[in-house]
């Protein structure tokens, strides 16, 4: 859901909650999104980051002259559009990133390509020191695979958090690419520097206080998502 010429009103709660990459990386330089759709998400980062590089990887061209057409998004100087795969994009030459959102879907799941250890892993490799990995998941019967891409998060980083989004059944997972610990308290006070600085239209601070979850412990449930575990269709065997 896009508001047309109002790159300020993030309308959705789940794209309001993934601004907690913010609150580990106030003043990021380059920020890579997988994932366009109607470019909400995008479009906000370069209206309060007016100097920060951002990348957006979609792999469907008629989504990228959509977003364009009908829901305002534009490119400039600083904010590109590339018509790729979001692991081969990631998997291949380029800069390092301080901030990668992830938040590509397909008909009705996360591409399981994009789920691996293998890709979270070349996710991670990509980011620069103390960078963050930002994913979009759905905790929920539509899911199956929730518990199992948690855990494959817990074993891709240093370390994960979860941010439970109001009223729905998105969660945002942040992983971590060095040791960096950051206690709730740390994060509320960084989270409302960057409101006062950027000039947030929400309450950035009351969500990290509200919604956050170290996820310390390793998960039992589930299992680690491999490519060597998925079948022919692009899913685990057992699904």
Not at 6 to 30: K, S
Not at 201 to 224: D, E, M
Request: glycine residues 10%.
């Amino acid at each position: 859901m896009v508001w047309p010429g109002e790159p300020l009103r993030l309308e959705l709660p789940y794209t309001r909650m993934a601004m907690v990459a913010l609150a580990f990386m106030p003043r990021p330089e380059n920020i890579l999104a997988v994932g366009l759709g109607g470019g909400a998400i995008p479009m906000f980062l370069r209206a309060v980051l007016p100097d920060t590089h951002i990348d957006v990887v979609e792999v469907d061209r008629e989504v990228v002259e959509a977003a364009k057409q009908y829901c305002g998004f534009q490119e400039d100087a600083l904010l590109r559009a590339h018509v790729a795969d979001g692991r081969a994009f990631i998997e291949g030459e380029g800069p390092p990133y301080d901030v990668i959102i992830l938040d590509a879907y397909g008909a009705d799941h996360i591409p399981l390509h994009l789920a691996t250890r293998e890709f979270l892993g070349a996710a991670r490799s990509r980011l620069t020191r103390g960078g963050v990995v930002v994913g979009n998941v759905w905790e929920s019967a539509a899911n199956p695979l929730y518990d199992a891409m948690v855990r494959t998060y817990q074993v891709s980083f240093h370390g994960l958090s979860l941010f439970e989004v109001p009223s729905s059944t998105n969660r945002i997972l942040v992983g971590l690419e060095g040791p960096l610990r950051l206690t709730r308290e740390a994060l509320v006070a960084q989270a409302r520097r960057v409101e006062q600085e950027r000039g947030l239209p929400f309450r950035l601070s009351s969500l990290v206080a509200q919604r956050y979850r170290p996820l310390t412990r390793r998960l039992k449930r589930g299992r680690v998502l491999t490519d060597a575990g998925l079948g022919h269709e692009g899913l685990p065997p057992d699904e």
